[in-house]
Nanobody, 130 residues
Framework: QVQLVESGGGLVGPGGSLRLSCTAS????????VGWFRQAPGKEREGVSY???????YYADSVKGRFTISRDFAKNTVSLQMDSLKPKDTGVYYC????????????????????????WGQGTQVSVSS
């Protein structure tokens, strides 16, 4: 019943922009932290960004200053605005949710580990190439 669907992926040239959205059905995202992950060809899946509240956000060093994570409670979505894209940003992007009540607060400068998320989407392809 619970479903996360990523959208907004595509092919763009270096320096271009994409906006990814993660839309949930079967649950309300309000009490969940939401993480974005990506997996490049031949590489392990890595954390990209995370949001727990308006003041608790995380960005991997590789995307800091270029990506912006936000959430829209009315639409039950979390978005990742990706600007100044680079070829190294290419990969399949996934969103995932983790239930936050009764959990310890997320440590500053970190995101919830991959193995602790409750639900995952199927991913959306992002390709950055000239």
């Amino acid at each position: 019943q619970v479903q996360l669907v990523e959208s907004g992926g595509g092919l763009v040239g270096p320096g271009g922009s994409l906006r990814l959205s993660c839309t949930a059905s079967g649950l309300t995202l309000d009490p969940y932290g939401v993480g974005w992950f990506r997996q490049a060809p031949g590489k392990e899946r890595e954390g990209v960004s995370y949001i727990a509240s308006s003041t608790n956000k995380y960005y991997a060093d590789s995307v800091k200053g270029r990506f912006t994570i936000s959430r829209d409670f009315a639409k039950n979505t979390v978005s990742l605005q990706m600007d100044s894209l680079k070829p190294k940003d290419t990969g399949v992007y996934y969103c995932a949710t983790v239930f936050l009540p009764r959990r310890r607060p997320t440590e500053k400068g970190t995101m919830v580990p991959q193995n602790e998320y409750d639900y995952w989407g199927q991913g959306t392809q992002v390709s950055v190439s000239s």
